[in-house]
């Protein structure tokens, strides 16, 4: 029953695979020769065509239009089917719709519903760019409910914002035909079939027919360009490049969270939440006039739902909104980077900051030292405060010109000597000759200005003394310490 599949939606299809052999296997099982006998049905048919035309197009609330997608996409009702329960959508009724909102003053935003395999290529585009239009004068809002596939997200792709709810199966980008090639089986059955065609293509598909090579290249090349115009909406829609939704176009499908790591969806969100996003969307960008607040339904068929002179009459306003909207986000964001900035600026200065208090603290960095260690911290080459760092624990640890505990105040007074404040290379002599610290800065406090050490030795005034007398090293310890020492030419103090 391929033949009444292309009868109700055309030759190519964007649709997810499985709801296609699904809808194809309901196809199948239509006997038209016994629908034709059915008491009433044309009655039924014409009954559904009236109801129809004076439904609702689109409910409002809060200043939000929903419009609905269900079903499979038919650029007409296929009557027949929806008489069979069949969910469908078409999209010149869908295009009514959404000129309708877009004109009506009382709606701020559209909420988009989808819950859609997708269906016959047949009409979308033309929905899609009017959508796509539609969305840059009011926000148009995507909520997919589970499905939002091929030709549904190629509609849905439009909006503003696309959201999907948590379990939605979202993508399928991508279009196919099929041609049926019965020749085999009319053969089989005796059955030559001849066309008489004007030129090779013509008549692809005939029933006991076979399909020339020539006839499935046209079929494809037309499937191609189907796909790359699918592609190209999308791409515009969602704001990227085409080679970056190229790579999505495989025909598969994603759960929400994929489709959102993709790129294809802007978050996850359910129907309510994307309507009070909607809403909200609608206030920044609405009109003047107030907004019903209660639910309500609007603008019947009968109507004339384009009103293209009220749109224009609006397109200005809310131009002019829009472009004040960009700068002042964009202001914002200025205002952003520069905060960001200095954090990060006040960040490293304080890390380098630290790397040089804790080389000065390490006995690394003397106080001649300090402002050429600050300078070349403000160079290209030294700004990197792990590098700088690095770099400074790689000095040696400096000789004390100045007693240890000990300093004086310009008038010849002396402080007294504070025994912890003691310096890494302090501790290790402590440690090696077992001196507490306090009794280390004791030892250390007299002013030693013109005080020279040699090695073992300190010389002062003319006079040579022993380090270890000088340090007032208990005897007991002294022979320990010479042993230990021996000769070693690597003993810093020796």
Known sequence: MIS????????????????????????????????????GLHARIGAAREAAAVAPLYSVADGVARIDVQGTLFKSTPWLLRLMGVQVAA??????AFRAAAADAEVRSILLAVDSPGGAVAGVADLADEIHRIAQHKPVITAAQDAMNSGAYWLGAQGSHVFANRTAA???????????????????AGVKVHVIRSGPLKGAS????????????????????????????VARGRRRPEAQIAEHATGGFW?????????????????????DFARAAGARHAPSAPVRAQGRTTMDKNADPAAPSAVDQQELVRL????????????????????RAAALAEMKAGQIAGAIERGV?????????????????????????????????QLPVQTRTTPVGSSNDGAGAKVPPAGADLSASDRAICKAFGLSPES???????????????????????????????????????????????TSQDDPIR
């Open 4 to 39: 009444l599949l292309r009868e109700f939606g055309g030759d190519v299809w964007a649709m997810e695979g499985g709801a296609f052999e699904s809808l194809r296997g309901l196809v199948e099982r239509i006997d038209l020769r016994s629908l034709d006998a059915t008491e």
């Open 91 to 96: 999209t010149e009724d869908l295009s009514r």
């Open 170 to 188: 979202v993508g399928s980008i991508g279009a196919f035909a099929v041609l049926t090639d019965s020749s085999e089986a009319a053969a089989k």
């Open 206 to 233: 005939v029933p006991g027919a076979a399909i020339s090579d020539a006839q499935l290249a046209a079929y494809q090349d037309f499937a191609d360009q189907s796909g790359a115009a699918f592609v190209g909406a």
């Open 255 to 275: 759960s929400a969270p994929e489709a959102a790591a993709r790129g294809l969806i802007d978050g996850i969100a359910s129907l309510a939440e994307a309507h």
């Open 320 to 339: 002019r909104a829009e472009v004040d909207e960009h700068k002042r986000l964009r202001a914002a964001a200025e205002a952003e980077a520069q905060l």
């Open 361 to 393: 603290a390490d006995g690394r960095i003397t106080p001649p030292m300090r402002s050429a260690v600050e300078a070349f911290a403000t160079s290209p080459a030294g700004d990197d405060p792990a590098k700088l760092a690095a770099f400074i624990a």
């Open 440 to 486: 280390f800065a004791r030892a250390n406090s007299p002013d030693l200005r013109g005080t020279t050490f040699d090695r073992r030795a300190i010389v002062a005034d003319g006079r040579r003394e022993p380090l270890a007398a000088f340090l007032k090293i208990p005897a007991e310890l002294r022979a320990a310490w010479s042993g230990s020492v021996g």
